[in-house]
């Protein structure tokens, strides 16, 4: 049997990015996934492996190796990929490329969340952080709210720049206050420890959906703007106890664990749009979505013929 290597050109072209959302939320139909994460170390190296079970879709392995020292060899910092592996009897079904899935679980997870929770005709959409994954946001969002215009802000400006001449139609934003303040959706993709996002500068209706922050020190918004909004999040086992978006005000008593309103297994409980709230978004990711992730693109492969 030939197992099949999808490659990243390959899987890309294949998928769709509102489809794709429908499939995330259906397999958060099934019973909830058990995950795992490894790691092995040798500085300033690290081997990650992300694993998900999921009874009824079967079982992933992600793995990253993490090199800092590529870059200045003109080589990639983080390699790997994905082995799925069938529910039934556990074989070998599909090798994945890793930056496939990375991408579209980072963005499409996102995009699931402003989709159940924002303004469905929102005409200004503000993306913050100009790196690899703010182009990923771009073309999710884009497609799925096609008709608003979407702005990108950067610490660095030629970076903004940069990343909106790839994308026809985006436009830079020169003030992060202003470009706040305007946007309908506000998405952040940062590296940032400390709070960018100023709650102060939220309004009613407006969506705050939160990539970056993904270890216990970091934080993109302020205490004001997680007590302003109503909040949900991919998944309570994630962030919660693991990423400080969270753990930082909890600890300090700013919000309480219930005042995370529901994650994507209930997504039943994620309300219609009201322009009378704001609503809060977390992406915390995590192995099930990589299955998720994986499992959908190889079912596209099977059919593309």
Known sequence: MNIPIISFDEGNALLDWVEFTEALAKGHSLPKAEIGDTFLYRKPDTLLTRSAWIDGMGLAVKTANIFPGNPKAGKPMINGSVSLYSDSDGSLEA?????????????????????RL????????????????GGSLIDAFAAGFPQAQIRVWNRTSPKASDLAASRPGTLTAPD???????????????MSSSPVINGDWLRPGQHLNMIGAYRPDMREADDVALTRAQI????????????????????????????????FYQLDRFPAYDPSKITLFKNGGGAHLDLMTSHHVLQKWKVKD
Request: avoid cysteine.
């Open 95 to 115: 090798l994945v490329d890793f930056h496939l899935v990375t991408k579209w679980k980072t963005a499409g997870d996102s995009l699931l969340g402003a989709l």
């Open 118 to 133: 924002a303004n469905p005709n929102a005409a200004e959409i503000l993306i913050v952080g100009a790196g690899t994954v």
């Open 176 to 190: 992060l206050e202003s470009a706040v303040r305007a946007a309908d959706i506000i998405v952040t993709a940062t």
């Open 232 to 263: 949900y999040t991919d998944s309570f086992d994630t962030t919660l106890d693991h990423i400080g978006e969270f753990m930082i005000p909890l600890a300090a008593g700013v919000i309480k664990r219930e005042d995370v309103l529901a994650d």
